[in-house]
Antibody, heavy 119, light 108 residues
Framework: QVQLQESGPGLVKPSGTLSLTCAVSGGSISSSNWWSWIRQPPGKGLEWIGEIYHSGSTNYNPSLKSRVTISVDKSKNQFSLKLSSVTAADTAVYYC????????????WGQGTMVTVSS | DIQLTQSPSFLSASVGDRVTITCRASQGISSYLAWYQQKPGKAPKLLIYAASTLQSGVPSRFSGSGSGTEFTLTISSLQPEDFATYYCQQLNSYHLFTFGPGTKVDIK
């Protein structure tokens, strides 16, 4: 059973870079699935950030594209998110998720990690 | 960009009630529509994909229908564990994912 676990700092300073990692267990990141990051500000809805394939191919939400980098480390079976120039508006629970092989929905989610942007 | 709207945004219901939530897309999205359930402090859980296909392990009281621009999620007989927020999600032709604003189902 594939499981995902997010990790990273819970507090980031304004104008800094948010960095998170998603560890994949119980399966290989080199499977036929794409992998994704999604966030949810406190009390609000879900926002898709972007996705990556094990080859390194990526797609990003146009609203965040200029600040987002998603990368993959096959040797560690994990993928990562970097979001630069953060502001308080980036405060959210960040989830990593697996995309179904048909690339139409997110079938496995991590538990989420809260990141607060504050000085 | 394709926008998703959900109605109602809030729903008060009793155990045993039949509940229907609607998701509308600003443009046709074929059947690329999924539904999720989220409980407080938890990650969303996939219920339905491709508009009407039940995800493995999801109770059969959940069902989905629709295509094009209008979709529905139905819970045939609401159970205590079903009180949660429900989100629809679409995949557009540019391979970008968008979520609806959510529908909170609360206890009457």
């Amino acid at each position: 059973q594939v499981q995902l676990q997010e990790s990273g700092p819970g507090l980031v300073k304004p104008s800094g870079t948010l960095s998170l990692t998603c560890a994949v267990s119980g399966g290989s990141i080199s499977s036929s699935n794409w992998w994704s990051w999604i966030r949810q500000p406190p009390g609000k809805g879900l926002e898709w950030i972007g996705e990556i394939y094990h080859s390194g191919s990526t797609n990003y939400n146009p609203s965040l594209k200029s600040r987002v980098t998603i990368s993959v480390d096959k040797s560690k079976n994990q993928f990562s998110l970097k979001l630069s120039s953060v502001t308080a508006a980036d405060t959210a629970v960040y989830y990593c998720a697996r995309i179904r092989i048909t690339r139409d929905a997110f079938d496995i989610w991590g538990q989420g990690t809260m990141v607060t942007v504050s000085s | 960009d394709i926008q998703l709207t959900q109605s109602p945004s809030f729903l008060s219901a009793s155990v045993g009630d039949r509940v229907t939530i609607t998701c509308r897309a600003s443009q046709g999205i074929s059947s690329y529509l999924a539904w999720y359930q989220q409980k407080p402090g938890k990650a969303p859980k996939l219920l339905i994909y491709a508009a009407s296909t039940l995800q493995s392990g999801v109770p059969s009281r959940f069902s989905g229908s629709g295509s094009g621009t209008e979709f529905t999620l139905t819970i045939s007989s609401l159970q205590p564990e079903d009180f949660a927020t429900y989100y629809c999600q679409q995949l557009n032709s540019y391979h970008l994912f968008t979520f609806g604003p959510g529908t909170k189902v609360d206890i009457k």
